[in-house]
């Protein structure tokens, strides 16, 4: 990941890294200066020399990194004069923006064309609008419209959860896209630096989704109208198969923003006895499809984790690491428990999620 950026003799210097210790400095895109993977060091040094109208120039860079929680200290010296000393964290980081590549200008041509008028389908909101409708038709062929009217709620609020997150972070946000017979994408211009920002925004979509769900519950203990009690399990449902360790799902990205920030063997052990009593808690429980898939998705999440230092995403430090396992427990439960709770009402037709999840 990209670690530092910096003015250095009227071009940029840039500073990569991962967790195992390997670096490398550019300076204006070309390689000037390489660590090799090293991850018992926290200190570092890079020396190397450029060319000017004076003559060669000694640059040194020298700095000590601590990953968790972050911390960058460095010294930027050239020809022994002192250029920058500072200290960056997880803030700055985050704060971090992301400069797009100049766009090619669009070449008079067929396809050409085709994008132009896509972006300005786009611009006019005229996709949001179509999606939208051909869900409505897709959702009310499948079932009733009253009941596509009510899932298609259900999914907008799930993905307003992760627009608020965007927003949260500062991120641009391009808005909620219904695609027909997959659900809800939210989208946002802007690119995410940090794995805390790739947690939040993930987990927000069913977190909302929950509290949908215990307003929908407690509205229907307090006025016993059934459509209330289908809306919240049918939801929970819903945003409970989010929450599966799969990716693209938000649980895949969550648990492996989690994997990938894991840099001992306690970290790993951890989250394998948590995957093993959830598995456990599942069958427990009668939900034989929940434990099955838990456990093909921390099959998955486990190799992911082989491949955490290529991440360029600044991972967790440890107290992030453990609210974000509670936070994912503690909504896949809280969705469980509505599930189970209402399929002991005897109602088949609300009891159906219940028995999909024992199946």
Known sequence: MQLLEV????????????MAGWQQLFWDEQCVSQINANADSESFSHKFTLQSEQGELPVELNGSLQWQPFALQFQLLVSNELLHDNTLHEKDIEQRQIIQGEKQ????SLVGMAGLGLKLLKSAKVIKVLFAAGSLAAYSWLFSIEFAIALILCLVFHEYGHIRAMKYFGLKTKGIYLIPFVGGLALSDDKINTRWQDIVISIMGPFFGLILSLACLVGYWLTDIEILAGLAVFNALLNLFNLLPILPLDGG???????????????????????????????YFGLALLGFLLA????????EYKRRHLSQLLPLNRYAQIVSALWYVVTVGSLSAIIWLVGQTGNDALSLPLKILGS
Not at 296 to 303: D, T
């Open 7 to 18: 003015e250095c003799l009227g071009k940029t210097l840039r500073l990569e890294g991962s």
């Open 253 to 283: 990205h969550i648990l492996k923003s989690i994997a990938f920030s894991i840099n001992s063997k306690v970290g790993l052990v951890a989250c394998a006895l948590g995957a093993a009593l959830g598995i456990y808690l599942s069958y």
């Open 105 to 108: 200008p669009i070449k008079f």
């Open 296 to 303: 093909i998705g921390s099959i998955e999440i486990f190799f």
